[in-house]
């Protein structure tokens, strides 16, 4: 398996526009999460789904951020209008079947907001 | 507030020198995972040990848990070069929804 896909790896973008990170999982891994990664506030859970549905969105920071998960291999989140602030890297991860069960991490997305 | 929390936030040691690394964590869990992140990269899941166990080994790896202090600690032997990494603990919450949550990390540095 090629392991979970993230794209862009880069992403540079000026306030107010819209960016759009994907995500592919392992095949046949029933969880996906979305984390940001910040040197202030760490590794973070913004929000994970079970089957496609979102579970828990309580980490998402504010209504500027949305998620989807159309289908069971492929995953977006999306941040309408960009900030400066929410330059991070973002990650994806998935589990096979459970929340509190080994997670694959993707290489990450790494966001400048200028 | 973080349920896991590293100890040290960074470490350096020698080459062939033994790295410890501790947990400790506030609530009840199902399971306590350690990862590594290598610059620039994701998190790749090394061990998980479960809350009725009270330690696991991995090759060069040791975790211990001891649930009644919170605790854990990550132990690698005979450390090498490309040990060098930011090591985290994750723990999960036995009760609610919540995924994994992941600590602050210890940096690790191994000087050949």
């Known amino acids: 398996d090629a392991g979970v896909i993230q794209s862009p790896r880069h992403e540079v973008t000026e306030m107010g526009q819209e960016v759009t990170l994907r995500c592919k999982p392992i095949?046949?891994?029933?969880?996906l999460f979305w984390y940001r990664q910040t040197m202030m506030r760490g590794l973070e859970l913004l929000i994970y789904?079970?089957?496609?549905?979102?579970?828990?969105d309580s980490g998402m920071p504010e209504d500027r951020f949305s998620a989807k998960m159309p289908n069971a291999s492929f995953s977006t989140l999306k941040i309408q209008p960009s900030e400066p602030r929410d330059s991070a890297v973002y990650f994806c991860?998935?589990?096979?079947?459970?929340?509190?069960?080994?997670?694959?991490f993707g290489p990450g997305t790494r966001l400048l907001v200028l | 507030s973080q349920q896991g929390e590293e100890d040290p936030q960074a470490l350096s040691i020698q080459e062939g020198e033994n790295a410890t690394m501790n947990c400790s964590y506030k609530?009840?869990?199902?399971?306590l995972q350690w990862y590594r992140q290598n610059s620039g990269r994701g998190l790749v899941h090394l061990i998980l040990?479960?809350?009725?166990?009270r330690e696991k080994h991995s090759g060069r790896l040791r975790v211990t848990l001891d649930t009644s202090k919170k605790s854990s600690s990550l132990l690698i032997t005979a450390s090498r070069a490309a040990d060098t990494a930011s090591y985290f603990c994750?723990?999960?919450?036995?009760?609610?929804?919540?995924?994994?949550?992941f600590g602050s990390g210890t940096r690790l540095q191994v000087q050949p």
């Open positions: 095949s046949g891994h029933d969880y």
């Open positions: 040990i479960r809350s009725n166990e």
């Open positions: 789904f079970n089957n496609n549905v979102p579970i828990d």
């Open positions: 994750a723990t999960d919450a036995l009760a609610g929804r919540r995924a994994l949550t």
């Open positions: 991860a998935s589990s096979l079947t459970a929340r509190w069960e080994t997670q694959y």
């Open positions: 609530t009840s869990i199902n399971n």
